[in-house]
């Protein structure tokens, strides 16, 4: 029998296996409820044993009335009168009811996102801003919070790494801000939002790295072979975006009906550019998908499953082939989108023209379609090679 205190299905419930008196050795749940107190220090509960009728749905029950009652405390309201007095209103403050806003509309039960929200407030935003006089804080203020998160370093997932937060995770530091001094300015605690004209990080997204056509193989034989019999449409689904190059949203929206299997055919929804256009499917997805679905069920989707699950599995897949190093420049990891970029450069590659990657990418410009052509090397090489021979 496990021992220790047991998590179960609900956020903040636990359970330990007791014995059910002092006089007996029979093990029975005894029900516990963890949170966060105003310091944001963990806190632990017992709320009963399973012979006193206690269940996890009724310590669920107690523990959201417990966060509940945690905002509503005669303490809490003291060091707000006791700021308000001072004529002081901070951050603190703004973000307490801004929480207590968040978790009344859900009924007060607090939910992964709002554990994310106020994860990323205590770490990266409270030590600095959290006591803050609002009539005080100024646009130079958050500028250097940004400018300190952009120097900062920090541990990996493994904790053994360190490394500098990435620019869009610091933009999704200062976009927390703003948030919450807009819900400020809402509720009329302050004028104006010192954050809204801050400057955001410029995020650069090309990647560099595709697969070359050894490594395409190597994909598709390890997804073959590691989804034969369950989440068979994740080979299917990296097929499709190998055969077209096309963007995520356009394959997962693929339906039967899209599909010519006599020209090869299929319709792709280009959500990006608000068009459609066409992609060539190859035999082996073609009879891949014969072999998974009634071809005259026209309305039925390719692809049925979450679109994280083809994400999480395909990621998985591409981390486990080429994303052995963690310190790799993140231009170089290998992500779904770089299925595009494979499927652009190895048509470049075979000597394709730049127009026509264009027009089967379904990109407005020539010019986006441009950066491809930095990739293709072996095309430039065959064009240099032997030239005054």
């Not at 636990?14 to 105003?38: D, E, G, P, Q």
């Not at 901070?90 to 106020?118: C, G, M, P």
């Not at 006599?262 to 459609?276: A, E, I, P, R």
Request: glycine share 2%.
């Amino acid at each position: 029998m496990q021992t220790g205190r047991i998590k179960t299905s609900d956020e903040g419930v636990y359970f330990r296996w007791v014995n059910a008196s002092k006089t007996s050795k029979k093990k029975i749940k005894c029900f516990y409820i963890t949170y966060k107190n105003l310091d944001n220090k963990m806190r632990e509960i017992k709320v009963g044993k399973a012979t006193e009728g206690i269940d996890q749905k009724y310590a669920k029950q107690k523990r959201s009335e417990v966060l509940t009652k945690l905002f509503y405390n005669e303490d809490h309201h003291n060091v707000i009168l006791k700021r308000k007095k001072k004529n002081a209103i901070t951050l603190k403050e703004i973000f307490d009811e801004y929480y207590l806003h968040l978790l009344q509309r859900e009924n007060n039960v607090e939910t992964k996102s709002h554990r994310e929200i106020k994860s990323k407030y205590y770490k990266h935003i409270h030590p600095t801003l959290g006591e803050k006089d609002m009539k005080l804080l100024s646009k130079s203020d958050i500028e250097a919070l940004k400018t300190l998160k952009m120097a900062e370093t920090h541990k990996d997932k493994d904790g053994v790494i360190k490394k500098k937060y990435s620019p869009k995770t610091i933009n999704m530091i200062i976009e927390a801000l703003r948030t919450i001094l807009n819900y400020g300015v809402k509720i009329e605690k302050i004028k104006v939002n010192p954050a809204k004209s801050i400057d955001l990080l410029k995020i650069d997204n090309n990647r560099e790295r595709y697969l070359r056509k050894e490594e395409v193989k190597e994909l598709k034989a390890h997804l073959d072979k590691e989804y034969t019999f369950f989440h068979r449409d994740v080979f299917l689904y990296a097929l499709v975006l190998l055969d077209t190059g096309t963007r995520v949203s356009s394959c997962l929206n693929i339906k039967i009906s899209d599909i010519d299997f006599g020209s090869k055919k299929v319709l792709l929804q280009d959500f990006k550019n608000t068009s459609t256009y066409f992609g060539k499917l190859s035999d082996k997805t073609l009879e891949l998908i014969k072999s998974m679905y009634d071809i005259n069920d026209t309305e039925k989707p390719l692809f049925e499953s979450h679109k994280n699950t083809y994400a999480r599995h395909l990621q998985k897949a591409l981390n486990l082939l080429f994303n052995k190093n963690p310190n790799a420049d993140r231009k170089q990891k290998v992500v779904q989108h770089s299925l595009r970029h494979t499927f652009a450069t190895t048509v470049l590659n075979n000597g394709a023209e730049l127009n026509t990657v264009r027009h089967l990418l379904n990109h407005r410009s020539i010019e986006t379609s441009l950066r491809y052509s930095k990739m293709a090397d072996s095309t430039m090489n065959k064009a240099v090679e032997n030239l005054y021979d």
